[in-house]
């Protein structure tokens, strides 16, 4: 595919295509008062605009999540356990809230709603960092103390993603040591923390073997895929700049059952790194461009990489407050991945990010939810884009 080509089709999806939303745990469920992330955002001169605080309520509602998934269409959810809720403190597992997720789990096969479970998306119990997280390999015991829990109550889940992008992880961290809070596009922020990121892989290898012995799940984990562009003339700058920002951790998804892509937009690499997107180029709620084949282009790029390992979309999506481009986005994007399936792609399934309105890692601003939520009174409502997908989900793709 030609970069940036927008491509139609009127073709379906393979039977048994999954059609899900994501959701992460800190972003939705609210109060997540052990965890690292909250500490971060509560501490005196915190560098994070807003809090998380009750967020959508999704501990106590997400049955109503489950229910709006399931009439919208879809037939999977994609959610996380929270790592500070089982594991509250060192070596003590707290068998309620493995109870609790595991009703979730239940709840989603009772729905028909093939559940995909991510066990670290972001953040760590306040314990754990304060053990100096992943910048220790000593820690990895502690987490696969958490995945051996987790595995517990993982019978019947056929997707299970070890880390929610790791290369963000540790991009992440290097940003917080830096200070400032830049855009979340890998492009422009400091490059991964070398130890987090060797820390993480050595992490989801473990987990993956553990959870090989113990559970019947396909294991693999997501990557943040920013699509860097060589500008002519940097193509070995862009090469340069994308192995420890995202091949890398792409590289060492190699033997594992299926590999996460997810993608927003697109990054250009000139001569001395990152570019701006163009002058002229929309951008979205979060500053970034407007560029609906990201997840076409991204799952083009892995596949190259990795082409025996089967690819999930587990993330992709618009922060917009104009619901009609993120149809837009959306249905471009998805035409865009049915073209490349043609071409033998072994794409399994697509999660819009994200099912509802949520906390966006400082900020409720940028909106990516198919479904809003009252602020106050968590209501939700369907907006005309959860509808549309659904009803595409339902028709496995044939109505694009
Ligand atoms: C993350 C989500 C986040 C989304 C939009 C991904 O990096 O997994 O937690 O909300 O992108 O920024």
Known sequence: MTKGTIITTTTSFPAGFLWGASTAAHQIEGNNTNSDFWSRENEAGTILPERSGDACD??????DDLDIVASLGLNSYRFSLEWSRIVPSIGAVSNAELAHYRRMIDGCLERGLTPAVTLHHFTNPRWFSDLGGWRSA???????EYVAAAATILEGVEWVCTFNEPNMLAMIAAMFDAGEREELVAGAMPPPDRTTTEVT?????RARVLLAERTDAKVGWTIANQNFQAEPGAEEVARAWGWPREDIFIDAARGDDFIGVQAYTRVRIGPDGALPAPDDAERTLTGWEYYPTAAAEAVEHTARLLPDVPIVVTENGIATDDDDRRIDYTSRSLGALREVMKSGVDLRGYFHWSLLDNYEWGS????????????????????????WYGS???ANGATL
């Open 138 to 144: 000593e820690n990895i015991a502690h987490f696969e």
């Open 58 to 63: 999704s501990y106590h509602r997400w049955r």
């Open 201 to 205: 892989i050595e992490a989801h290898h």
């Open 364 to 387: 409720y601003a940028p909106r990516f939810g198919l479904v809003a939520v009252d602020r106050t009174s968590f209501e939700r409502t369907v907006k005309p884009s959860g509808a």
């Open 392 to 394: 595409v989900a339902a």
